[in-house]
C-alpha cells in the first residue's frame, strides 16, 4: 500500500533559502512580535491567528509565530496553512516528524499553551479486571501471567555471572530477527529498542556499573527471545541492573518514539558519477543496528548553530551479481549514495566531512515489509535520479528470496546519460539473471543517445510495464523527487493499478 504523506517542495524566492532563515533568526529581529516576552496562551487566543499574515500553530504544547517562516518553508504557505490556529502536532508527525522544530523556530516561541485542569480520577481499582491492574502497577508479572495466558506485551529480566551480564527481553512474538532489535550502550547508558510492527518495546537503564564498548545480542527466533550480553569492566557483583530511565519498560507506536541518535564516523567517500557520491559510515562498536529493506535514517549536523536533518536510505556497497544467497552486510558500516547539490547547505557540508570526521545517524524509520514482496510475479521499480536508493536492497532480496518471481524491471528516470548510477552494473545484471531488465529514460539527451527519451507519463508506463501473466501479482515500488512521485502514482492509478499495488518510499 503506497504511502498517502508526500510533500511537494516549492520552488523558493531567491533569498529564502534555509541559510537565509538561520541568518534571519540569528538577526535579533523581534520575530513573534512579542518583544522577548513568553506568554501562555489559550485555545481562544491561538484560533485568532489563522492568517498568512498572523500565523500561530502549536507543536507539542509549545505555540510559535510561523508567520515570518511563510516564505522560507520548503513545503510551501499552503502546508503550514492548514495547522494555522490550531494544534499541529498531528499534521506535523505525519509529514516531517524527524525535524527538529525546536531548533529551527526556537526565535519564533510565543509561548506555552494554556491547558484546563483535569479533574483527578476515582480510585476504580476495585472494579477492574486483573489483567488492566497489572497496568496499574498493582500486580507482579507472576500474578499477571497467571491472570492472563494471552497478554502479549513484552517483558524483561537480567542475571549474571562472574563476567558477564545477560538481558533478556521477552517479545512474545514469533519471527524476530536481528533487523528488529537496536542496541546502543555507551557510558554507562544501555538502551534497547524491539520493532514490533507499528510499536516498538523499549529497556532503557543507567547501568549500576561500567561495560566494555563491544556486547553481543543473540535471537531465539522461534519463541522471540533476545539477549543482550555485556561484559563487566570490573569483576564484582552487581545488585540492580541500573536506573530505569523515563521511557524504560515501555511499549508505544513507533511514532511516539523519539528519534535516538549515535555518532557514526566516515570511513570512504568514493565518487560514483559526477555530482553524486558513495559515503561509508562505520557504526560504534556499541551499537547493533541494522536497516531494513526500504527503510531510511535520518542524518544530523549542525550547521550555523542549527540543528538540520535529511533523510537517506541505506543501500549496498555494490550491486551483487551472485544470487545464491542475499548480500549480507557487515553489520558494522552504513553505506548512503548522496547527489551533492551545488547550491544545497546540508550536502556541501557533508562532502566537506573529512575522513575519520562524525556524523549523527538515527534509527531506522519506514512502513516498507517484505511481505509486500514475498508471494510477487512481478515487481516494477520506478526510479529518478538518487531515488535509486532504496531499489538496491529491495532487487537484491526479490531476486535471492522470492522463488515465484518471474519479472523485475527497472525503469530508471535521469536527466543526462552521466548522471546514471551503477549503470555498468545495472547491465551486467541484466546479463546475467533473464528476470532482470533495465530500461534507461532521460529527459535532455545527448545526440547519439539510442536509448528512450522523455519524463514519466501514462502513455509511458503502459507501454513499459507488462504483466508477465494475465492478472499476475503485481507490486510496483516508486521513488523520486516529490512531483515526478506524485505525478507516478496518479499515472499509475489512472491505469487502473489499486493502492495494495503501489508503494511510494517517501520521508
Same mark, same amino acid.
Given at each position: ?94 509529514? /516531517? ?74 517479545? !512474545?512474538? !514469533? ?55 555485556? !561484559? ?9 541492573? $541500573? ?14 518514539? $523519539?528519534?535516538?541518535?549515535? #555518532? ?31 527503510? /531510511?535514517?535520518?542524518? !544530523?549536523?549542525?550547521? *550555523? ?163 508477465? #501473466? ?9 521513488? $523520486? ?14 491505469? $487502473? ?9 517517501? *520521508?
Amino acid at each position: 500500500m503506497f504511502v498517502h504523506f508526500v510533500i511537494f517542495q516549492v520552488p523558493l524566492k531567491p533569498g529564502r533559502s534555509l541559510m537565509d532563515w538561520i541568518r534571519l533568526t540569528k538577526s535579533g529581529k523581534d520575530l513573534t512580535g512579542l518583544k522577548g516576552r513568553l506568554i501562555e496562551v489559550t485555545e481562544d487566543e491561538l484560533a485568532k491567528h489563522n492568517r498568512k499574515e498572523d500565523c500561530w500553530i502549536c507543536i507539542r504544547g509549545h505555540v510559535y509565530n510561523v508567520t515570518p517562516y511563510m516564505e522560507y518553508h520548503p513545503g510551501g504557505e499552503d502546508e503550514l496553512m492548514k495547522a494555522a490556529g490550531t494544534d499541529g502536532t498531528d499534521l506535523f508527525d505525519q509529514v /516531517h516528524r524527524w525535524v527538529n522544530y525546536e531548533s529551527m523556530l526556537k526565535e519564533c516561541l510565543v509561548g506555552r499553551m494554556a491547558f484546563k485542569p483535569i479533574a483527578a480520577p476515582k480510585d476504580i481499582s476495585s472494579t477492574l479486571p486483573e489483567e488492566k491492574k497489572q497496568l496499574n502497577g498493582m500486580l507482579s508479572e507472576r500474578e499477571v501471567l497467571g491472570a492472563s495466558a494471552r497478554d502479549t506485551t513484552p517483558s524483561y529480566d537480567w542475571f549474571q555471572t562472574d563476567d558477564l551480564i545477560t538481558v533478556v527481553i521477552y517479545t !512474545k512474538q !514469533k519471527g524476530m530477527n536481528a533487523e528488529l532489535v537496536i542496541v546502543d550502550c555507551q557510558h554507562k547508558r544501555l538502551r534497547g529498542e524491539i520493532i514490533l510492527d507499528d510499536h516498538s518495546y523499549l529497556v532503557e537503564v543507567d547501568l549500576d556499573h561500567e561495560v566494555q564498548d563491544d556486547f553481543a545480542v543473540n535471537i531465539a527466533e522461534k519463541v522471540g527471545k533476545v539477549e543482550i550480553i555485556l !561484559k563487566k569492566k570490573n569483576r564484582i557483583q552487581w545488585k540492580v541492573l $541500573g536506573l530505569p530511565l523515563e521511557s524504560h519498560n515501555t511499549l508505544i507506536r513507533r511514532t511516539e518514539r $523519539g528519534l535516538f541518535y549515535r #555518532k557514526c564516523k566516515l570511513v570512504s567517500k568514493t565518487e560514483v558519477t559526477h555530482d553524486t557520491k558513495l559515503f561509508c559510515f562505520m557504526l560504534p562498536k556499541s551499537t547493533h543496528l541494522q536497516v531494513p529493506i526500504g527503510q /531510511h535514517v535520518y542524518l !544530523k549536523q549542525i550547521i *550555523a548553530g542549527t540543528e538540520v536533518v535529511k533523510p537517506y536510505t541505506p543501500i549496498l556497497p555494490f550491486l551483487p551479481l551472485d544470487f545464491k544467497e542475499p548480500f549480507c552486510q557487515d553489520g558494522a558500516h552504513i553505506y548512503l549514495m548522496i547527489k551533492i547539490y551545488s547550491c544545497g547547505l546540508f550536502t556541501q557540508a557533508l562532502d566537506h566531512l573529512q575522513i575519520g570526521d562524525d556524523i549523527s545517524v538515527s534509527n531506522p524509520e519506514g512502513n516498507f515489509k517484505k511481505s509486500q514482496v514475498e508471494a510477487l510475479e512481478d515487481l516494477f521499480l520506478l526510479a529518478a535520479g538518487t531515488g535509486f536508493t532504496p531499489m538496491v536492497k529491495l532487487l537484491n532480496f526479490a531476486l535471492t528470496k522470492v522463488d515465484c518471481l518471474r519479472t523485475v524491471k527497472l525503469i530508471f528516470f535521469n536527466k543526462k546519460d552521466d548522471d546514471i548510477l551503477w549503470r555498468n552494473q545495472l547491465e551486467q545484471l541484466a546479463l546475467r539473471d533473464e528476470r532482470f531488465e533495465v530500461q534507461f529514460i532521460l529527459s535532455e539527451p545527448a545526440e547519439d543517445w539510442m536509448g528512450k527519451q522523455g519524463k514519466i507519463s501514462s502513455a509511458l508506463l503502459s507501454e513499459c510495464m507488462k504483466r508477465s #501473466k494475465k492478472d499476475s501479482k503485481v507490486l510496483i515500488c516508486i521513488c $523520486g523527487p516529490t512531483p515526478f512521485t506524485e505525478q507516478g502514482l496518479q499515472y499509475l492509478e489512472d491505469l $487502473g493499478y489499486s493502492q495494495e499495488e503501489m508503494h511510494a518510499f517517501t *520521508a
